[in-house]
């Protein structure tokens, strides 16, 4: 028996869905480290609040009055932002008062960004075509995101010959992630989803090649004061 286009298709898209859970789940190790700690060391809130607006908006991009017959971008989505939210939750904890603002900011402007895309779309668009159209480019545009996030401290890792706070398992599920989901949108052409993550697979892939390149960091006697640390953020 010969599977038609969309069953390959949904197939795909079940595989997507347990790649982007391990996507969503491969923080932990970095939060038990935390947690443990009781400190966020040098990691960066950015990633996860990349990945809150990205599953924001393509939870809204697969609502049925946008873009129908997308329940498998809902679902994966829907998981995620609790997982992201949870992790948010556990960096404002143990960290300081400039970031603590920063995620409260963020947070807020996200929560306005959303609410002035779907007022935008539902008062201002009145097709499918047109809605996906506009929110198929910003779940793209926040999907880039979230993969090239991780970057925010690529200058600190060139910089202190270390890529020990550039997450690994994020950056390899990203691109596994990204790949998957690229070939299920190739399937039934949609371009925003293949967009978002044929360039997420490409960033992920520049985060993996730094942490092959500076795999090996400095003795500790020889690494940057936290004060030199300061001045490269």
Not at 15 to 23: D, K, R
Not at 57 to 74: A, D, E, Q, R
Not at 205 to 215: C, D, E, F, G
């Amino acid at each position: 028996m010969v599977m038609s286009t969309n069953d390959i298709r949904f197939i795909v898209g079940i595989i997507g869905n347990v790649l982007s859970f391990v996507l969503f789940a491969s923080p932990m190790p970095t939060f038990r480290r935390i947690i443990k700690n009781k400190s966020v060391e040098e990691f960066h809130p950015y990633p996860y609040l990349a990945s809150t607006m990205n599953c924001l908006m393509w939870i809204y991009y697969g609502m049925p009055f946008v873009h129908p017959h997308s329940i498998l971008v809902v679902t994966i989505n829907s998981v995620g932002l609790f997982m992201q939210l949870c992790y948010i939750s556990i960096f404002f904890f143990y960290t300081g008062k400039r970031y603590r603002l920063q995620i409260v900011s963020i947070l807020f402007g996200e929560v306005v960004g959303l609410a002035a895309a779907v007022a935008g779309t539902m008062l201002g668009l009145h097709t499918y075509a047109s809605r996906t159209t506009v929110v198929g480019i910003l779940a793209t545009a926040f999907g880039i995101c979230m993969y090239g996030s991780p970057l925010s401290i690529m200058y600190k890792v060139i910089k202190t010959k270390s890529a020990e706070f550039l997450p690994k398992t994020l950056s390899i599920a990203c691109f596994l992630n990204g790949i998957c989901w690229a070939i299920y949108a190739l399937l039934k052409f949609d371009p925003y989803i293949l967009t978002g993550n044929g360039v997420g697979a490409l960033l992920a892939l520049i985060q993996l090649a730094l942490i092959v390149i500076y795999r090996n960091p400095p003795p500790k006697d020889q690494k940057p004061s936290k004060v030199e640390l300061q001045n490269v953020v």
